[in-house]
């Protein structure tokens, strides 16, 4: 854990005088996502090291400087999570336009949110213009392109709100694929979202025409 209390992170309280069992926390009565509110606001920075001191979770931040901790993906969601990587990293490769990252990629927003993808997508010309030093730490664009995959956990609400704020932010297209409603939904700058019921596949569009995604693992 860091040395910074401000930044160190127990989400059970009381654990310690409840015991652990084999060296591990009992969790019994949280429901995640837990929502932190830091005695301070923090920097990318400091966020950045909060979350490698706690890389056992999947951690953003709000516009409201709220920390919003999640647990990592269930084996099928994950399965999901990496064929999508893998698919739009394998594009961007070839296509040569833009740098793909995966559901570990935290981006810096113009509303002072920290926000992680599924699977995003950034034109390589934004990408050049970073530092070493700025690659290394949070992307301090929102992503041109950017896919959330659905859990069986996720609130539906919770992720169309995160798609709206990506878009609000400078996104240029966004997928939300919801395998629990075995639906796809569109987001557009300036349109309303569009659904797709079992769509076989996905296509790209500006800024990422060309790429498509076969559907069929979804809708397992």
Avoid at 22 to 42: E, T, W
Avoid at 201 to 220: D, I, N, Q, S, Y
């Amino acid at each position: 854990m860091s040395a910074n209390p401000a930044v160190q992170f127990n989400p059970f309280p009381g654990a310690d005088e409840q015991g652990a069992e084999q060296g591990g926390l009992l969790i019994r009565s949280i429901s995640f996502p837990v929502v932190l509110r830091p005695s301070h606001p923090l920097s990318d920075d400091e966020l950045l090291e909060f979350c490698v001191d706690n890389d056992f979770f999947r951690i953003e931040r709000s516009a409201a400087g709220e920390l919003i901790v999640m647990t990592p993906s269930g084996g099928k969601t994950s399965n999901c999570e990496s064929f999508l990587s893998r698919e739009l990293d394998l594009w961007a490769e070839k296509d040569g336009r833009g740098i793909a990252f995966n559901a570990n990629g935290g981006f810096s927003l113009p509303d002072g949110s920290v926000r992680a993808a599924d699977a995003a997508w950034l034109l390589l010309e934004k990408w050049n213009r970073l530092s070493r030093e700025q690659q290394a730490k949070f992307v301090p664009f929102c992503p041109d392109f950017l896919i959330e995959l659905r859990s069986p956990s996720d609130p539906v609400g919770d992720l169309e709100s995160k798609m709206a704020d990506w878009m609000s932010n400078g996104a240029q297209l966004g997928w939300l694929i919801d395998p629990q409603r075995k639906v796809a939904i569109l987001y557009r700058p300036g349109r309303n979202p569009e659904t797709l019921v079992r769509p076989e596949t996905l296509h790209g569009e500006a800024p990422v025409a060309g790429f498509e995604l076969k559907m069929h693992r979804f809708w397992e």
